[in-house]
C-alpha cells in the first residue's frame, strides 16, 4: 500500500448474501455514498414489489429481466440500464431460462426499503 492511500478491497463472498444477492452497504466500507446489490439470480426467481426514497440504477449485465417501474411492465437485457426515481414501486423477475446477473445501485450509503408485498 502506498503510503498515506487508504483502499479496501473486498470479496463478493464475503460480502451478505441470501444465495442470489451480495449486498455492498456503503455505510460499512470507508462511509461510500452508494451501496449496491450484486445479482446472480437463477430462472424463475424474483424480488417482489417495493420503492426506496431514492433512486435504484440496474445495470444488467447478463440474461433477462422483466421488469414492473410503477404501472409499467418492460424487459431489459444485457448491456441495459434501467433507472427508477425515488419512492416508485418496482419489482423484477427473471423468467428466462438462463442466469440474470446485474448490479443494483442504490444512491444511499445504506438500504432503506419498503416492501410493498408479502
Known sequence: MEPGVNYTILERNDLPSDGNTYEFIGSQHQNTEISFI???????????????????????????GTFTVGSTTLEAHAGQIVIVPADTPHKFMNLSDKQLKQVDIHLNRQFITDWLED
Open 38 to 64: 450484486w445479482v446472480d439470480m437463477s430462472p424463475g426467481g424474483s424480488i417482489r414489489l417495493h420503492k426506496h426514497p431514492y433512486k435504484e440504477i440496474f445495470i444488467i449485465q447478463e440474461g433477462v
